[in-house]
């Protein structure tokens, strides 16, 4: 699985958080970076469009994080990872930059994930989502990690 997200991300707690969780996945959980767009928002979202289809591998599944994706819990998205991986194609998450993902990704995407209505900032969303990919992988493959219900 890899993630492609817009922005370079400097050294700091939200950088080690991806990397403590990415390096746990077996394979580890890859991060492409693409350059933030220049100019007026709307020619930023496209130039960052273009980035992103451009980076995605021939073939891959293709998931977009967007605030309208489905919001499932971690047992829903251990299934749909599953599902995914049995599609045998690459998983791609896609995470766009500041001005949010253009109709033309939203279009390519094969799935969309929101986690969940509350706006994160983006590095953030990189660690949450590696995380939670991590927590579907442990449920998946009976690891202790994940606890169901409450304490």
């Known amino acids: 699985?890899?993630?492609?997200?817009?922005?370079?991300?400097?050294?700091?707690?939200?950088?080690?958080?991806?990397?403590?969780?990415?390096?746990?996945?077996?394979?580890?959980?890859?991060?492409?970076?693409?350059?933030?767009?220049?100019?007026?928002?709307?020619?930023?979202?496209?130039?960052?469009?273009?980035?992103?289809?451009?980076?995605?591998?021939?073939?891959?599944?293709?998931?977009?994080?967007?605030?309208?994706?489905?919001?499932p819990d971690s047992q829903g998205l251990a299934r749909l990872i599953d599902q995914w991986n049995g599609l045998s194609r690459p998983i791609c998450f896609l995470i766009g930059g500041t001005e949010g993902l253009d109709a033309t990704v939203l279009a390519r995407a094969d799935a969309k994930l929101s986690l969940g209505r509350l706006t994160w900032p983006h590095y953030l969303a990189r660690a949450m989502l590696a995380e939670q990919l991590y927590r579907a992988h442990a449920i998946l493959t009976g690891h202790p990690y994940h606890r169901d219900g409450r304490p």
């Open 1 to 71: 699985m890899r993630v492609i997200a817009i922005g370079r991300q400097r050294q700091g707690p939200e950088a080690e958080l991806f990397a403590r969780y990415a390096a746990r996945l077996r394979p580890a959980l890859e991060l492409t970076e693409l350059a933030e767009g220049r100019g007026a928002p709307v020619e930023i979202k496209r130039r960052e469009a273009a980035s992103l289809i451009a980076a995605l591998p021939t073939g891959a599944f293709a998931v977009a994080m967007d605030q309208d994706g489905t919001t």
